[in-house]
């Protein structure tokens, strides 16, 4: 399962791998006669990218949803692999090819790394999506009611 923001990445859109992981922010201090000084200033997250193919009736719509995360520039949750990142899209590259294939790359800068909301932030964000999901249900149901009548 990939969820980033209120998009959910299913079948083609997963991509076959994502790769995380980073540095220390680590200075190092040169002094007189060769002796060094390092200082451990903690994890310093590298970007996060993957590509994958948006395919079927919602592709432009996942893709418009993507390239709007991107222009918002919101801190927006990151779920894969067990791990949850707060992350801001960097960058997205979305390829119409046609309406229902568009091929992306996205990248994220991570805000807070990985795991930082714990359990409760991952509950909350997926009780967030399930709740989107039926106000769009609604939405729509409401819709059809009125072409109907």
């Not at 709007?68 to 067990?82: D, E, H, M, T, W």
Request: charge should be negative.
């Amino acid at each position: 399962m990939l969820i980033l923001g209120s998009i959910i990445f299913t079948d083609y859109a997963i991509p076959e791998q994502i790769q995380f992981g980073g540095r220390q922010a680590l200075p190092v201090h040169k002094m007189i006669g060769g002796g060094r000084i390092s200082d451990a200033m903690g994890p310093d997250d590298d970007d996060l990218s993957w590509t994958g193919r948006f395919q079927g009736s919602l592709a432009s719509v996942l893709a418009n949803q993507l390239d709007r995360l991107r222009a918002s520039g919101a801190q927006v949750p990151l779920i894969f692999g067990g791990r949850f990142y707060k992350v801001v899209v960097a960058d997205a590259k979305l390829n119409f090819q046609r309406p229902y294939q568009i091929p992306y790359s996205v990248t994220c800068t991570p805000v807070s790394g990985p795991n930082a909301g714990g359990f409760a932030s991952v509950v909350q964000t997926i009780d967030a999506l399930v709740s989107g999901d039926m106000a769009s249900v609604a939405n729509l149901a409401a819709t059809f009611a009125e072409g109907v009548g």
